[in-house]
C-alpha cells in the first residue's frame, strides 16, 4: 500500500493545519492503511501512534532535525530505533550524536541537503535522497530515489491558510510571507502514481518500519535506604513517625490501622514512592518552606500522617485508606503537595539534584489559539485596525466556539457585516484551537529511575526539562505524574506569620486551637474576604445563611457549595435547625451520616454505607463508588443487585436497601472527597484565625499578594475600612517597597503608586538610609534626575509623599519647575548661599478634583468615595450595607458604576445589569430593556443616583431600577 512520507502536524507548531485526529479520520475515510508522522519534534508521536493502533492503521514514526542547517527526515524502524529517535531530538543535534543515535533509523536526505549525503550514508544502513518533481529525480541515483513531498494540509483547499500560521509565528502581516504551499497536501493514490516513478522505495520505508512501543515497568527513582530494602525502611520511619506524633502510649486502633496501610503499600509495590515523597516533603519543611497540610484523598492515608506528608489524622477525622490506595483496584498512587508558591522551585530542584537534571522534568502543554486570539492574530496578520479587533472580542464569549459565539450574538453579526471583516472571522474559525506555543503543567512534575529520554522525549525550557510527551498520555507509558502545587495562600500564611513573630509574639501555625469562637464567628458572619476557599461572594452569602458552628462543618461548606451538592444545601441547612426531620432510614446508618444530618455528602460516606448494609470491603465499597460516579450502566446493574441481595442477607428490609441504593445512586455523581475537604479546612480555618486576632498583620501580607490587582487591592482596602483598619497614603519617608504596619494602621508602598514601580521605589529608600528627607527640596537635591523625573515627581506629589511639609499639593504641582531648579542649584552650591523659593499660593484642589487624582494614581479611591460627596446633598439615601433591611422596597442609593453588561433578550430587546459601589460595598443593580432604552447612556465610572425594588436572587439582594440619574 502506497504510505505518504513526511507529514508534519500542528505540533510543527504554526506551520502545518493538520490536527492529529483529523488526520486519522483522513485516514479511515480515505482507506490509508499506513501513515507518517515527521514533525521537527516528537511532542505528537505518542498520540499519533496510540490513535493509529486504535483505528487499525500502521503508524511510522518520523522526525525532520537540521544540521548544518540543513534538514533531513529520519524513520524509526522499530522500537530500538524510536528510542534513538527520542535521544536525538532530546539533545543538541549534530553529526557526533546522529551517529551515536544512527541505529534503527532510515535517513532521508531532501534534495536541497543532497551535499551531506557522502557525510551520512555511512551513519544508516539505509540512506534516501528525495525529490519533489522529475528535475530533480534526474540528477540522482533511483536507486536511492524517494518521492516525497513536505505534507502541511489535508487537502488543498486548506493549503492557504499556512501562509497565515506563518505570519503569525513570524510576526508579520500577510503580503510579507512569501511562500507556496499549494502542493503541500496529501495527494490521492492515482496522483501518487503519476508522480513517483520510484514507488518501490515507498514500498520499502513501509516493509522495514514496524513500531510496538510497550509500557515500562518499575521507572521511580529508587530511594536510597539501608540495605536497598524500602520496606523496612518505611516500617522503621512509620513506628518513629508515630511516636513523634502520639508519644509511646499508642492506641491499637493506630498500630492495626498502620499495619494493614504498610501491607498494602508493599505489596501494591510503593515503598518506593512513599519515600521519595516524604524525602521533599520534609527537605522543605525543614528549610523554613510551608507545606499544606494535605489534598486530595492522600490525607485518608496515617502512613503519610505519620511521615509528616500531611497534617490531618485520618482516624481523627474517619478518613478511609481504600479512597486513596485501593487493593482490589491497582491505580498508581497520586499524592499531591501544596508548597508556597514563591518557594516551590527550591523542592524540585533539590530533586533534581538528588535524583538527576534528565530523571525529573516538567510536564509539557500547549497554548492554542483560542477564541480571541485568533481574531487577535488573524487580525495583525490582515493589518486590520486594533480598535476594529478589540470591539470584536468584546462580542466574543471565550466559553463558545467562534461559530457558536456567530449563531448567538446578533452584536456580532452586526460588527461583521462586512465583506473584509467576514472574511477575517473565517480565517480565525479555520485556525482556532490550533497549537500556538509551548509551556509548563503548572505543578506536574515527573521523575525517573533513568535518564526521561530513554523513556520519552524530552524538551529543554528556561535550563529546565520538560516531557516531550503531554500529561494524557505519560500513564500509558509507565511514568508517574507527582503534582507539585504552588499555593499562595501559603505564602500569605507565613508572610502573616514572620510579621506576627517579629513583633514579639509567638505563634505557632501548626498548633492554632480549632475550637476558637471569634474564628467560627468570622465564618458565620461571612467576614471571609480573603479566606482560603471562603473568599467568593457566593461562598459568602451561603456562609451567612449556613451559619457553620464548629470545625465539621467548614468540611461540609466545601463539599456542599460545588454545582449538584448545592441542590441540598436548603434541606442541611433546615435539618441543622431542626426545621426538618432527619432521616437515616436505616439505623446503623446514623453513626455515618449523623454528621451530616442524613445527607450523603462525601465519598466516603457512600463507602462506609455499602461496607456496613452489604458488608462491602473498602476496597469494593470504592468500586462501587467509581462506578457510579463515572456512570457506567453495565457495572451499576450487577452491583445494585448485589448490594440488595447482601443487605438483605444482613436481615435489611427490601424497600428500605433500594431506598438506600437510590440515594447512592443520587448523591455518588457529585459526592466530594472528604479527605480533600478536611484537610483544606485545616488551611481555611487556620487563616480565618489569624485574620480575627491579628487582623492588621493578615490584612498587610493580603494586600502584599494582592498587587498587581486593582480589584483585590480595592477589596481588601474595603475590608480593611469595614474592620476599622486605616490603610495611610503613602509618605516619602515612611513607605517602602511593600505595605508596611504603622502603630495600628498599615501605610501604603511607593511602588504601587503609578509611574513609581520597583526601581525608583527602591532609589528612594536607599537613599533614605543617608537619612530621612527634610522636604522637597532636600528630596530632589538628593535625587538623580535620571531616575527622578518631573513626572515622578508630580505623581509623588499628587499621592500625598509630601504632606507633612503642610503645602498643599496644588501649591506644590503649580510651583514645581521652581522647586526643581532650586534643587538643581543647592547641589552644586552650598545651601546657605541660596534661599528658598517663595512659592505662590494655592487653594487646594477640589475634594471630587482629589478623588480623581486618587482613582488615576491607585486605580480606586484610598482615602474617600465620591458616592460621599453626593450622599451628603441629598436625603434618605441608604447605604449598601443596609439594603437587606428593604427587602421588597423601594429606596433610593448612590453608586460609583463599577462594571456595565449589556445582553440581548429572547425578544432581541437590549437590557442592562450594572455592579455599583458605595464606599465599602456593592450591589448588582437590574435595568430591564424598557427602564434601560430611557436611561442607556450611563457608563463606567459614574456616580448615579437610583431610585429602586429591593429584590433577592439566589439568596443575593439586588435593586431593579424604576429611575436612574447621572450625578454630575
Do not use: W
Amino acid at each position: 500500500m502506497y504510505t505518504p512520507l513526511y507529514i508534519k502536524t500542528e505540533n510543527t507548531l504554526l506551520s502545518s493545519m493538520i490536527k492529529i485526529n483529523e488526520l486519522i479520520n483522513y485516514a479511515v475515510e480515505n482507506n490509508l492503511s499506513t501513515l507518517t508522522i515527521t514533525d521537527n519534534n516528537m511532542f505528537g508521536a505518542m498520540e499519533f501512534y496510540l490513535k493509529c493502533i486504535k483505528n487499525n492503521i500502521k503508524p511510522i514514526i518520523g522526525l525532520e532535525i537540521k544540521v548544518d542547517n540543513k534538514i533531513i527526515i529520519l524513520y524509526a524502524k522499530n522500537n530500538k530505533g524510536y528510542k534513538n529517535l527520542i535521544k536525538i531530538s532530546s539533545n543538541d543535534i549534530n553529526f557526533e550524536n546522529i551517529k551515536s543515535y544512527s541505529d534503527n533509523l532510515i535517513c532521508i536526505i531532501p534534495f536541497n541537503s543532497t551535499d551531506l549525503y557522502n557525510k551520512l550514508k555511512d551513519m544508516f544502513e539505509h540512506t534516501f535522497i528525495s525529490y519533489k518533481n522529475d528535475f530533480e529525480l534526474n540528477q540522482i541515483d533511483q536507486n536511492i530515489a524517494i518521492y516525497m513531498n513536505e505534507i502541511l494540509s489535508l487537502n488543498k483547499e486548506d493549503a492557504k491558510y499556512i501562509n497565515y500560521l506563518y505570519a503569525i509565528k513570524e510576526g508579520l502581516i500577510l503580503e510579507q510571507i512569501d511562500i507556496n504551499k499549494q502542493d503541500n497536501y496529501i495527494k490521492s493514490l492515482e496522483e501518487y502514481i503519476k508522480i513517483d516513478k520510484t514507488i518501490k522505495n515507498n514500498y520499502k520505508i513501509n516493509e522495514l518500519c514496524n513500531i510496538t512501543i510497550t509500557k515500562e515497568n518499575d521507572l521511580l527513582p529508587i530511594y536510597d535506604c539501608p540495605n536497598n530494602d524500602q520496606y523496612s525502611y518505611l516500617k522503621k520511619l512509620c513506628i518513629d513517625g508515630m511516636k513523634q506524633r502520639f508519644g509511646n502510649e499508642i492506641s491499637k486502633t493506630y498500630q492495626e490501622r498502620l499495619r494493614y496501610e504498610l501491607d498494602v503499600i508493599n505489596k501494591m509495590g510503593f515503598c518506593n514512592y512513599f519515600l521519595i515523597v516524604q524525602d521533599y516533603v520534609n527537605y522543605a519543611k525543614s528549610n523554613g518552606i510551608l507545606v499544606g497540610p494535605g489534598r486530595g484523598s492522600a490525607a485518608g492515608s496515617l502512613v503519610s500522617y505519620i511521615l509528616n506528608i500531611t497534617d490531618v489524622d485520618p482516624i481523627k477525622y474517619n478518613l478511609l485508606f481504600e479512597r486513596f490506595l485501593n487493593p482490589e483496584r491497582i491505580t498508581m498512587p497520586d499524592i499531591d503537595i501544596d508548597f508556597e508558591y514563591n518557594r516551590r522551585e527550591e523542592v524540585i530542584n533539590y530533586c533534581i539534584n538528588k535524583y538527576g537534571l534528565k530523571k525529573v522534568a516538567g510536564i509539557i502543554t500547549f497554548g492554542t489559539l483560542g477564541a480571541k486570539q485568533s481574531i487577535r492574530d488573524v487580525g495583525r496578520v490582515q493589518n486590520v485596525d486594533l480598535s476594529i479587533i478589540d470591539r470584536i472580542c468584546k462580542n466574543i464569549d471565550t466559553n463558545l466556539t467562534l461559530k457558536e459565539n456567530y449563531n448567538k450574538s446578533n452584536n456580532l453579526k452586526q460588527i461583521l457585516n462586512d465583506k473584509s471583516l467576514m472574511e477575517l472571522y473565517k480565517v480565525a474559525i479555520i485556525l482556532e484551537g490550533m497549537k500556538r506555543h509551548i509551556s509548563s503543567h503548572a505543578a506536574g512534575i515527573v521523575m525517573c529511575n533513568k535518564e526521561i529520554d530513554e523513556v520519552i522525549p524530552l524538551y529543554k525550557k528556561d535550563n529546565f526539562y520538560i516531557t516531550g510527551y503531554s500529561m494524557e498520555y505519560l500513564e500509558d507509558i509507565g511514568l508517574l505524574k507527582m503534582d507539585f502545587l504552588a499555593l499562595k495562600n501559603l505564602t500569605t500564611i507565613t508572610n502573616i506569620v514572620n510579621d506576627i513573630n517579629s513583633s514579639g509574639i509567638n505563634i505557632d501555625f501548626n498548633n492554632i486551637p480549632l475550637d476558637d469562637e471569634k474564628t467560627l464567628d468570622l465564618f458565620k458572619n461571612g467576614d471571609t474576604l480573603g479566606i482560603f476557599q471562603f473568599e467568593s461572594s457566593g461562598m459568602i452569602k451561603f456562609l451567612k445563611k449556613f451559619k457553620p458552628d464548629n470545625f465539621e462543618d467548614l468540611f461540609a461548606c466545601l463539599a456542599l457549595y460545588r454545582p449538584g451538592p448545592m441542590d441540598n444545601i436548603d434541606l442541611y441547612i433546615e435539618r441543622k435547625n431542626g426545621q426538618n426531620k432527619i432521616d437515616y432510614i436505616i439505623e446503623e446508618l446514623k453513626p455515618i451520616l449523623k454528621p451530616t444530618y442524613g445527607i450523603m455528602i462525601y465519598q466516603e460516606q457512600i463507602m462506609q454505607v455499602a461496607h456496613v448494609l452489604a458488608n462491602y470491603s473498602l476496597g469494593e465499597a470504592d468500586i462501587l463508588r467509581r462506578a457510579i460516579s463515572k456512570k457506567k450502566e453495565s457495572v451499576l446493574l450487577k452491583e445494585k443487585e448485589k448490594f440488595i441481595k447482601r443487605a438483605i442477607n444482613n436481615g435489611y428490609n427490601i424497600n428500605d436497601v433500594e431506598k438506600v441504593f437510590n440515594l447512592i445512586l443520587k448523591f455518588a455523581s457529585y459526592g466530594f472527597n472528604r479527605a480533600h475537604s478536611v484537610a483544606y479546612s485545616f488551611i481555611s480555618y487556620k487563616m480565618a484565625y489569624l485574620k480575627v486576632n491579628y487582623p492588621k498583620y493578615f490584612m498587610r501580607s493580603l494586600l502584599d499578594m494582592a498587587t498587581g490587582s486593582v480589584i483585590d487591592t480595592k477589596d481588601y482596602i474595603n475590608e480593611c475600612k469595614n474592620i476599622n483598619l486605616n490603610v495611610l497614603c503613602p509618605d516619602i519617608n515612611k513607605s517602602g517597597i511593600n505595605y508596611i504596619i504603622e502603630n495600628d494602621d498599615i501605610r501604603y508602598p511607593l511602588s504601587n503608586i503609578k509611574n513609581i514601580g520597583n526601581i525608583t521605589a527602591n532609589y528612594i529608600i536607599n537613599e533614605r538610609k543617608n537619612g530621612f528627607y527634610l522636604d522637597i527640596y532636600d528630596f530632589i537635591k538628593r535625587s538623580d534626575k535620571k531616575i527622578i523625573n518631573k513626572k515622578i515627581l508630580e505623581s509623588l506629589i499628587l499621592s500625598g509623599c509630601f504632606s507633612e511639609s503642610n503645602i498643599n499639593k496644588k501649591t506644590l504641582i503649580n510651583n514645581l519647575d521652581l522647586i526643581i531648579n532650586y534643587g538643581e542649584l543647592i547641589k552644586d552650591i552650598d545651601e546657605s548661599y541660596a534661599l528658598k523659593p517663595i512659592l505662590e499660593d494655592q487653594e487646594e484642589f477640589s475634594l471630587k478634583e482629589l478623588l480623581d487624582i486618587e482613582l488615576d494614581l491607585f486605580g480606586f479611591y484610598l482615602t474617600n468615595h465620591p458616592v460621599t460627596i453626593y450622599k451628603n446633598k441629598y436625603k434618605n439615601i441608604i447605604d449598601l450595607k443596609n439594603v437587606s433591611h428593604y427587602f421588597d422596597k423601594t429606596i433610593d442609593i448612590i453608586v460609583l458604576v463599577d462594571k456595565i453588561k449589556e445582553i440581548e433578550t429572547k425578544k432581541n430587546d437590549i437590557m442592562c445589569f450594572i455592579v455599583g459601589s458605595d464606599e465599602q460595598n456593592n450591589i448588582d443593580i437590574v435595568l430591564f430593556p424598557k427602564i434601560y432604552d430611557k436611561l442607556n447612556k450611563t457608563k463606567h465610572g459614574d456616580i448615579v443616583l437610583i431610585r429602586g425594588k429591593v429584590e433577592k436572587r439566589f439568596d443575593k439582594y439586588q435593586i431593579i431600577v424604576d429611575n436612574l440619574k447621572v450625578l454630575d
